[in-house]
């Protein structure tokens, strides 16, 4: 205690530490001008600073208890913490949230954790699609495109066939011979039978 307050005197501000300190002495029943005298400040200052202690206690929920709540694995909160989609206060090595952020906790998960495929909730460790459309655009990687997706690689394929022009056509005429050969693959086999 008596660091506490030497450390509270030279900084000229009350620390949490302090009003911590502060709050249990005047609830055990200190008057403001014995406790101006511990903590070195006139008894009006004091009565300031338990205003707005008092103004400001708002009851704060743990990471924890956070997570019983609202029924989430409590790896999760941690998730959204790290991300910076919630904005819990750290108080020692706790993570505590407000009733308000709490409430506001599943429309985040709602916004923030949507597949961009089919908008269904996805899992953290999946960026941006959910399990399912992950497995599916690793089969079918052009077909998952979103309509934005297409355009964006059609673009950057017509700029590339603009930069490439000769390379362009090799591909194309590459690609037709392969396609002729096909056709006459199947005609022949087709006259076998
Ligand atoms: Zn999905």
Redesign the pocket.
Known sequence: MQKTLEHTRANNRISSECIGLLVRERSKGKSLRQLGRIFNRSHERIRQVLARCEMSQEPLLSEASVAAKLGYPVEWLAQLRKEGITNPVKRGHYWLYSEEQVRQIPLLIAQTRK?E????L?LPGYPR??R??SQYRKKHPYKAFTLEEKAKHIKRCLAWRGANLERWKEIQSRVKRKRTERKQVKSGSQNEE
């Not at 495929?117 to 269904?120: D, L, V, Y």
Request: net charge positive; glycine share 10%; aromatic share 10%.
């Open positions: 597949c495929r089919c908008g269904k996805r699609f959910c399912e459309c």
